[in-house]
């Protein structure tokens, strides 16, 4: 994705230089662990500059750090902000021959660029869909004279001189040939041409040098040269590296798609590494061919691999199977049910709340795009009364309904059939001419809420609006916006109906704040700007008091009358620590069920921070169900 192609050698020369190297080492792929860099802060992306320095982006701390072969520190770049040489929530990173750095400013969607000095020299784009306009990019490379974007919010790549002046457009939003739906990241071919890896669609994608379609490889799927979630991509040496991200893998590839061997194997307990991967969202080769990097954000580090003697094996390297299902983002609970998103797996779990820890006793959904499957699923509702749920299809666009039909009076068991669908809102299908004015970005469902009065409210991460259909699913009405103002959105992640169901309280995370709205679409408040960094959920007690979620401060937060009251947790995985927490909801006991994403497990709190329980991987549950039993040795690399 990135440069990554530092050296100003031709392909043959390179691929020479690579040759004589692996003569004299006898060595030819990657697997064998060399070092990690911890204590990073959410690593997105990477890049080998001049000198064999290695540029590590960090999302959630709005900075670029320069580590040398030894893992030490020597640049760094941002800071938070959106003056010259500022950051929000970087994304990329791609090195110039010449030590120019640019770097994907996403949530300023703009790029940075940066002299070899480290000082600002500029930057270009601005949020929107004409050319040179980006929706949040994530993904950056540089050969020679041309910088390659990715810009993921609006289904395409662009391309620019590095002064920034836009020379061309590949892909669009589509499910055809040359066509794209989130594209993640983007690295040049030896030729010019671009490869992309194509996020929603699970395939990499190679346009030529004018920006037309070539080829595309890959689908969805768990087995040798099938993607789940494909993001970061490098060429190096003839070869295509693609981070496969949900399959905890790095495949390589020839240029034309054919898979040679992969490297790295699911992490199964916490923290485990030295080769062993746990969602890697990008990787970078060295250019003499001896390190490769990978990025590993929720585990907060780096690991980089050397070369293993003997020839690229045939078969792949480490095991083939389906991932462990793990809690997504969001939960939502009603009564005695509630659900919790599984992404990985496509599916949606149904719990049943009647004993002390939830018990799953059905799935929805699966992988597809018809009605009833899913390809991202996120936002989730359920309403008890009706045994309807909700389910948002970000990847697809579409929202979902389906209804249960459960006895609710009889003896707790799983149900290998559950739900019926009854419905579906394509939004793809809609376009963008169905609200009062026309949107810039077909709507991608991100959150739901079902009000007692039949109303639906659906969040959308494309245009950061809420929109409000009735029980029909027919539109009624929309507010908010993406923009600076007070009443405007900056990567809004959820939200939740205050318990009289007259507010709607929207969490802006960028801004870091929640944000609240009448149901008529009036901002009246916004709370908790001095005290959140990084927002995600939020939900209400029956004492009408506000909990919330802060992904970057790794706690729970509690808020009353719009005043921070109190906050639990910190990084970690013993009892009520938390790593990048997500959704949250009270149960029917008064219960706060939290999902504790970045640990793989569900914590159930008092109001009042007291523990009560954890559910999930009992890798993950073990130390804050067993805490006399925790070691900490045993939670290291």
């Known amino acids: 994705m990135h440069s990554k192609h530092i050296l100003s050698l031709p392909a043959a020369a390179l691929l020479a230089l690579t040759a004589t190297a692996q003569e004299e080492t006898e060595a030819t792929h990657f697997t064998p662990h060399v070092r990690s860099i911890h204590g990073l802060e959410s690593p ?13 982006v960090e999302q959630s701390a709005d900075r670029v750090r320069a580590f040398d072969a030894e893992g030490v520190e020597q640049k760094r770049l941002g800071g938070r902000g959106s003056g010259a040489g500022e950051l929000i929530a970087p994304s990329d990173v791609a090195v110039a021959a010449d030590g120019t750095v640019f770097v994907v400013d996403t949530g300023n969607h703009r790029i940075c660029r940066f002299d070899a000095s480290g000082a600002s020299a500029g930057a270009w784009g601005a949020w929107g869909n004409g050319p040179g306009e980006f929706h949040y990019p994530t993904g950056v490379d540089v050969r020679e004279d041309r910088v390659a974007v990715a810009d993921s919010g609006g289904d395409r790549v662009q391309v620019f001189d590095v002064s920034g002046k836009h020379l061309m457009t590949a892909g669009r939003y589509g499910h055809g040939d040359g066509e794209l739906a989130r594209p993640v990241q983007v690295a040049f071919a030896d030729d010019g041409g671009l490869y992309v890896s194509d996020g929603d669609h699970h395939r990499v994608v190679r346009f030529d040098a004018d920006g037309k379609h070539a080829t595309a490889w890959g689908e969805w799927g768990y087995f040798p040269g099938l993607f789940s979630s494909p993001a970061g991509i490098e060429v190096w040496g003839g ?34 590494g030295r080769g062993r991967l746990h969602y890697p969202v990008d990787v970078a080769v060295a250019a003499d061919g001896s390190r490769v990097a990978i990025a590993e954000p929720y585990d907060d580090r780096v690991q980089i691999l050397g070369r293993a003697p003997g020839e690229e094996p045939d078969e792949p390297i480490g095991g083939i199977g389906q991932p462990a299902p793990h809690y997504g983002f969001q939960i939502d609970l009603s009564g005695q049910l509630g659900v919790i998103v599984e992404p990985e797996t496509h599916t949606v779990g149904v719990y049943d709340l009647r004993i002390d820890v939830p018990v799953r006793i059905g799935m929805l959904g699966g992988f597809g795009r018809t009605l009833g499957l899913f390809n991202r699923p996120t936002g989730c509702a359920i309403d008890e009364a009706s045994q309807k749920i909700l389910v948002c299809d970000t990847a697809g666009r579409r929202l979902h309904e389906a209804r249960l039909g459960l006895d609710l009076e009889a003896e707790l068991r799983q149900y290998p059939e559950l739900g019926d669908y009854v419905k579906m809102l394509d939004f793809e299908a809609l376009g963008r001419a169905f609200a009062e004015e026309p949107l810039e970005f077909t709507v991608r469902p991100i959150a739901v809420q079902i009000a007692q009065s039949g109303e639906v409210f659906v969040l959308d991460g494309g245009n950061e609006r809420v929109f409000v259909f009735g029980d029909d699913l027919a539109f009624r009405r929309s507010f908010g916006g993406h923009g600076g103002e007070r009443e405007q959105l900056s990567r809004p992640t959820d939200m939740e109906l205050s318990p009289d169901e007259k507010q709607l309280f929207v969490v802006d995370s960028q801004k870091g704040r929640i944000v609240a709205f009448s149901v008529a679409g009036e901002m009246v408040a916004d709370i908790g700007v001095e005290e959140l960094q990084e927002p995600f959920d939020v939900t209400f007690d ?96």
């Open 44 to 56: 997105s992306g990477l890049a080998y500059g001049p000198a064999g320095l290695l540029w590590i």
């Open 542 to 637: 029956a004492n009408g008091r506000m909990f919330v979620t802060d992904v970057r401060r790794h706690q729970v937060l509690r808020f009353a009358d719009g005043k921070l009251e109190h906050a639990w947790g910190k990084r970690g995985i013993q009892r009520m620590h938390f790593l990048k927490p997500r959704g949250l909801a009270f149960d029917g006991k008064g219960r706060l069920l939290v999902i504790d994403h970045g640990n793989h497990r569900g914590t159930i709190m008092s109001a009042d921070g007291e523990y009560e329980g954890s559910f999930g991987s009992r890798f993950y549950t073990k130390p804050a169900r067993r805490p006399e039993l925790y070691k900490p040795e045993d939670y290291v690399e």
């Open 239 to 272: 070869r295509v590296f693609v981070a496969d991200v949900d399959n905890h893998r790095v495949q390589v590839y020839t240029p034309d798609g054919d898979l040679i061997y992969r490297f790295g194997l699911h992490a199964i307990r916490p923290r485990e």
